[in-house]
């Protein structure tokens, strides 16, 4: 069992950055591929980011591509999601997912592939 807890959301401005961190506890971190999901209102959960469990390889949604980028960090049992340049449309829940796996340069990108979630954290971002 995995334990996640997401911080560092909030209101910014247009074109301003925030770091989201995601703080696990319980189970293997490290055997963990992970992933950031977000959920605007009204509108379904999307993919915005994933990490497998080496660092190496990573993916993003088209929306965020040069905008966002995921790291772990296996020795503190966090991922972050440093988002740059964010716009209106970034406003949402985000919410971090990690799923046990036995594969290591493996990526997820389906909501539905993960086992564990955080409660998620706000963001807006303000025009």
């Known amino acids: 069992q995995v334990q996640l807890v997401e911080s560092g959301g909030g209101l910014v401005q247009a074109g301003d950055s925030l770091r989201l961190s995601c703080a696990a506890s319980?189970?293997?971190?490290?055997?963990?591929?992970l992933g950031w999901f977000r959920q605007a209102p009204g509108k379904e959960r999307e993919f915005v980011s994933a990490?497998?469990?080496?660092?190496?390889?990573?993916r993003y949604a088209d929306s965020v591509k040069g905008r966002f980028t995921i790291s772990r960090d296996n020795a503190k049992n966090r991922v972050y999601l440093q988002m740059n340049s964010l716009k209106p449309e970034d406003t949402a829940v985000y919410s971090c997912?990690?799923?046990?796996?036995?594969?290591?340069?493996?990526?997820?990108?389906?909501?539905?592939?993960?086992?564990?979630w955080g409660q998620g954290t706000q963001v807006t971002v303000s025009s």
């Open positions: 319980g189970g293997t971190f490290s055997a963990s591929a």
């Open positions: 997912a990690a799923k046990p796996t036995g594969l290591p340069g493996v990526v997820f990108v389906q909501g539905s592939q993960y086992a564990f």
């Open positions: 990490i497998a469990r080496t660092s190496v390889y990573t």
